[in-house]
């Protein structure tokens, strides 16, 4: 027994001596080292079957202004229908640096601000390509009197695609132990009084449609480095996978 708590005890002690040494850290900070990602000119006003709805809003992060400016650098809120007449809001929202004291907001928080009820959390996946390797999301609901807003979203913390507060904090404290502070960026989809299902079909053919209008070179900025290696994606703009690539060349 003295074993185990001798060895708790030493853990402990290891794990707050790594995280000292992590906060004593002189960090650089990547977006200032790299530049931050020219959101405006990758989100399309048109794409696919999707057009501009123009004066519609949206829930955004409700922090004072002077905190939201330093957590936020970039923020696109917009309305997008279909030709059959459907709706999906999406909010690219993003923040250069992702430390403790300035990170970006989940929507659960988001939305409870605005007097909503949020519920049914979870995490789960989407498939954008023809299977595979899937992206990692977290859906809720939040209502409020008679509106319903069924809500897909997910965050990219440096090169890591996040879906709970524990995933976050993780790829942060990787980081930080590389002398590194990582931006991030919330990319989130909803739709309105629409049924479950219909929602989930809306929200992940907008999301589709719109990845595939991104150039290569930048689809990192929305998924990481990690899901843009996956057959998954590969698939969904045409590209071959990751087994195909090395298939052909095991041939040759």
Known sequence: MKLTVHSALAAVAILCAVVGAQALTVKTVIAERDGQPPYADLVPEQFGDWKLVPSLRLVTPTEPDALANRIYSQMIGRGYT?????????????????????????????????????SNSTP?????????????????????ENRVERITYWMRVGDDVVSTLLDRQVSKLRYGLQGLIPDGVLVRVSTINVDAQTADQLQTKFLADLLKTVPDSQLKYFVGSEAIRSSAFARTRGEPSAEKTAAAASKS
């Open 82 to 118: 279909d030709s059959a007449g459907n709706i999906v809001m999406l909010l690219v929202a993003y923040g250069p640096r992702q430390s403790d004291k300035l990170q970006l907001h989940m929507p659960e928080i988001c939305y409870v601000a605005e007097g909503f009820r949020v």
């Open 124 to 144: 789960t996946k989407i498939d954008l390509g023809e299977g595979g390797q899937m992206l990692d999301v977290r859906k809720l609901v939040a209502q409020r």
